[in-house]
């Protein structure tokens, strides 16, 4: 079945403990991406990779990282993350126009 | 730079009612227009789209038209059932840049049997 996987779906954590989020996809795309959904702000892209070893900033990546070393993984790195960085997370992945997510993941920092 | 405005949420319905949410966009070149529902506790789904002037998207009853003289994109259903309820996110994609998605803020809509 083609998808895009997500862990951990659910996460509590404190300020400053590192953290990374993986997203997997089976569907050999080479378009990935990253977005946070927040009440009334709809989903913005966090950072993007248009294949192995490339990535970019989308329109709010402070105080996230990312890293492609294969094509079907895109984790997304929390260095030191803050209450401000609670969110719904969710990983993309396309080779055309049409974007398939993955089922989400509930970060909250205390 | 690119922008999606949506219709202000919720919406609650009865069953069976008509259901128009809009949805206006701004856009340099010639994005392509998306909707996609999420249902609770899940992921976005890919609605339908549209990706020139005129062509109209549809799926499970859904339709939207991409009305480029009115920068709009509204999505209808002629009868919703309770199994609709969900949230709805228009979105474009503009190929002139990084293939991302610009998101509206999204509408809840509930509907009651």
């Known amino acids: 079945e083609a998808q895009v996987t997500q862990n951990p779906r659910y996460l509590i954590t404190v300020t400053g403990k590192k953290l990374t989020v993986t997203c997997s996809q089976n569907?050999?795309?080479?378009?990935m991406s990253w977005y946070r959904q927040d009440p009334g702000l709809g989903l913005r892209q966090i950072y993007y990779?248009?294949?192995?070893?490339?990535?970019d900033k989308g329109d709010v990546p402070e105080g996230y990282k990312v890293s492609r070393k294969e094509k079907r993984n895109f984790p997304l790195i929390l260095e030191s993350p803050s209450p401000n960085q609670t969110s719904l997370y969710f990983c993309?992945?396309?080779?055309?126009?049409?974007?398939?997510f993955g089922p989400g993941t509930r970060l909250t920092v205390l | 730079g690119d922008s999606v405005t949506q219709m202000e949420g919720p919406v609650t319905l009865s069953e069976e009612a008509f259901l128009t949410i809009n949805c206006t966009y701004t856009?340099?070149?010639?994005?392509?227009l998306f909707w996609y529902v999420q249902y609770p506790g899940e992921g976005l789904q890919l609605l339908l789209k549209?990706?020139?002037?005129?062509d109209k998207g549809s799926n499970k009853g859904f339709e939207a038209t991409y009305r480029k003289e009115t920068t709009s994109f509204h999505l209808e259903k002629g009868s919703v059932q309770v199994s609709d309820s969900a949230v709805y996110f228009c979105?474009?994609?503009?190929?002139?840049?990084?293939?991302?998605?610009?998101f509206g803020q999204g509408t809840r809509l509930t509907i009651n049997p």
């Open positions: 549209a990706t020139k002037a005129d």
């Open positions: 990779s248009m294949n192995v070893e490339v990535t």
């Open positions: 856009a340099t070149g010639y994005p392509s």
């Open positions: 993309a992945s396309n080779r055309g126009a049409t974007q398939y």
């Open positions: 569907m050999n795309h080479e378009y």
């Open positions: 979105a474009l994609s503009d190929f002139q840049g990084a293939q991302k998605l610009v």
